[in-house]
Each structure stands twice: as structure tokens, then as C-alpha cells.
């Protein structure tokens, strides 16, 4: 496959959503303060920008100095530099990713408190994106989900308004999902222990979750369920499939490597060996249909196909954490509980075409063949990614929840996060679930 063909399936899903891209021509130049280099957090930002530009655009420059990553982020003690260069290699072999000086043709985007300019700040759960200098307050080291914020916010500007200065900026912050500084730093746990987690669904959402958590900790016993291939156009909006899972597919039509394969070697990379993994449909796998009462203790639910929600919820399921990806430029976090009002159908009706849905799943129809496909910007589906893991970490934190159950994050234009409760939905198959069961089989999990 030549390179106009591999760009042209690579970029597939952001030409059919948004019927343009960034200009490869113009290189985008990621900066950084010298005296922050070592934190954390500012490598959180360092990572989850390179891997997110390096998937919008293949042409990106390091223009920061090497240093070793932070000993509490896996990789430790490897140089910066090499690490995030042959990541994005891995993911687009055709593109132009290089470290050098800034050079006058780029679009400078500044990781760390900066001067003026496009400035990306984050510290503890707080992120700003604007001109510098960032007015974000001082916060302990050791909580990357403000930075991770802030990459998300800024991707999504650089997108709506390409190569533009911003104007307005945006501050937020990822603990109530609200558009202030939080100074609630003093519970948050470095590096806490998650428990078991299912992953249903590993595909651009569910594996953005699973690399955010990775970031953030790696104590927890994860379990992979999907039966997807990965497929060149999947890569832009995984912060962890590579180009070498996938084929030729004029030859294999099916895909690549399985995403549960592609998800299980991240996990061993970053130092977790303890993963099952399923190529299979949810109502197919033994490690949902069999699991102990008690297990897991927490559900990713990132799948839509095959009534996935419904065997979930018919499953008795635990707390489910999970995020969507809308039509215009949203995310939704959403959040259930056993006993709650509300489950993910109550959300998602199975018979869509009769309900109107609040907010509308990512497919959007092929004009020649009426298909409907999957498809999302890539900082949608890392921002999904990103507000899963976040609300995962949280849910040990004293003072859990710290926003309604349902969040949803507008892109499209100026930044807005609101948080709203989910009602039930009056007929759903969930009042037909026995509450004293749903309840047996939650006792004995985490967090029960
Ligand atoms: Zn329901």
C-alpha cells in the first residue's frame, strides 16, 4: 500500500465526520517549560499530546528537551524523546515526527505555564487551555488527569479553529467536571488500586480509557472482551493500536490483530501481566456469563454492537463507568449504579428507532452505500477515554461522586462541560430485573 492510500484509510473516519483534516503540510510544534520537564503531570500532557497530534497530523515536532520519563509513570528512566518518537512511527510510519528547534513555519503549542501563545496547562485535577501565562494555582505533583483535560480541550481547538491563536480561553477541571479550579487535591491517591475491571469493548473509547488508567496506575486486574479486528482506519483515534495490527485490507477485508490483543500487550508493556483476554461477543463470553457474584468490580461498557447493553444489564451488572462519542463534537461520561433509577438501556433504548435518543451514538451513513459506521474525531475518543479513567480513579476517593451521573463535554464550539442526573426511562427492560438480585450479585465487590 503506497502512502496516499494509507493516508487516505488512515484519516477515513475524520474525513467522513468532519469532511476535512489538518494540513500535513503544516508542523505542529510541541513546547515545554525546561523547569517542569521532570513532573508528572507535564509529562502526562508531553504523552497524551504527542500520541493525540501525532494520530490528527503526521507532521509533528518535539521541540522540547530529552529527559528521562518520571519513575511513577511506566516506562521509567527512558528517554522522552525516543519513546514518544517510535510511538508515533509506530502509528502513522508514513508521517514526518522529528525532535528539533522551533522553527517559524510551525504552529507552537506550549506544554507548562508558557508566556503568551497556545498554552496547555495542567496541575491536579485543574486544566487550562489559552494564552499564557496559565493562571492555574500551584498544586502538588502526581495527578495527571487536569493535564490530561487540557490536551483534550486544546486538540479539539486546534481542530475547530486550525493553526489559530485562542481567544477565549478555557479553564475546567476534571474532578466535578466543572468549568472552575478545584483546590480538592488533598485525597487524591497516587497510583490507587482499582480492583477487577471488565472492558467490554476495546475499541477507540475503551481503549483510550484503558491507556489513561494505565498512566495512572497500575494496580488493577484487568479483563478484555471484544471481538474486533483492527483496521487502518481505527488507529487515529486509539491512543494504542499501530499500524503494524493491521493488514492489507483488500486481502483480509476482517482486519488486523484482535483489539483484545493490541489492549493485552499495552497492559504488558506498562508492566500488568495479569490480563484476560476474549476475542468474543459479551452474551458469547464465559468470563461474563460465568463470573463469580462479587466480580468484577467495576464495567467499562465501551460497546455498542450486538445489544451489548442489554446482556450487561440482564447480567446484574456492578458500577459501570463508560463514555460515548456524539454526532456533534460530545462526549457523555455516564455513570450507573446498582440500585440506581437509571441503567445504560434507560439511556440506550435497544429499540432506538422508536425513542428519541438525548444524545445520539457516533454512526454516520456512507452516502453510496447508506452503511451506517463508527465514526469520531480522534480528541473525542481520547476524551472519552479520558473521562472513564478519571471517573474510575475516583470512585475510592472520600466524597465519591463529585458530579451528577451524566457529563457531557461539548467541543464544538467553545468548550462546556454540564452535569445532569439520568432519569429512567419509563417501560425499560430494567424494571422487569429482579433489585434483590442485582443487589446479591454486587455484594462482595469493591465498591459495593
Ligand atoms: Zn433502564
Known sequence: MDSNEWLKRWNDRTLRYAHRCLDPAHPIAISCDRERLSRFDTQIALLSATNLFGRMSPNVVLAFEDAPINAALPWPGTSLHTHILSGMRAANPFGTYQARDLSPMDFRIHIGRGHEGFVVDGTGWNAYVGPGPSPLPEQRDGNGFGAALAVVVAAAQLFRNPFNQITKPFIGNALDWSDTVTHHEHDFVHAPDIGRIHFIGLGSVGSAALYYLGLATRSFIPTLIDMDRIKIHNLTRSPIFIAADCVDETKYPEGGVYKVAAARRF???????????????????????????????????????????????????????????????????????????????????????????????????????????????????????????????KLALPGFPFSRARVNLNLRTDPIMTATPIPHRTGCTCEQRNKAVHLQMFTGSRYA
Not at 278 to 297: F, I, K
Not at 341 to 348: E, G, L, P, T
Open 267 to 393: 497492559l504488558n508493556e506498562i508492566g500488568i501481566s495479569d490480563v484476560v483476554s476474549d476475542p468474543a461477543a459479551l452474551h458469547q463470553s464465559v468470563y461474563w456469563r460465568e463470573r463469580e457474584a462479587g466480580t468484577p468490580d467495576i464495567v467499562v461498557s465501551a460497546a455498542n454492537e450486538h445489544d451489548v447493553r442489554y446482556h450487561i444489564e440482564m447480567g446484574y451488572p456492578p458500577v459501570q463507568v463508560y463514555a460515548t462519542t456524539g454526532k456533534n463534537w460530545q462526549v457523555a461520561l455516564l455513570r450507573h449504579h446498582p440500585g440506581d433509577d437509571a441503567c445504560s438501556m434507560c439511556v440506550f433504548p435497544p429499540e432506538r428507532s422508536k425513542i428519541p435518543m438525548a444524545c445520539a451514538t457516533d454512526h454516520v451513513t456512507v452516502p453510496e452505500t447508506g452503511e451506517q459506521i463508527d465514526a469520531a474525531l480522534p480528541f473525542l475518543s481520547f476524551g472519552a477515554g479520558l473521562m472513564t479513567a478519571a471517573e474510575i480513579v
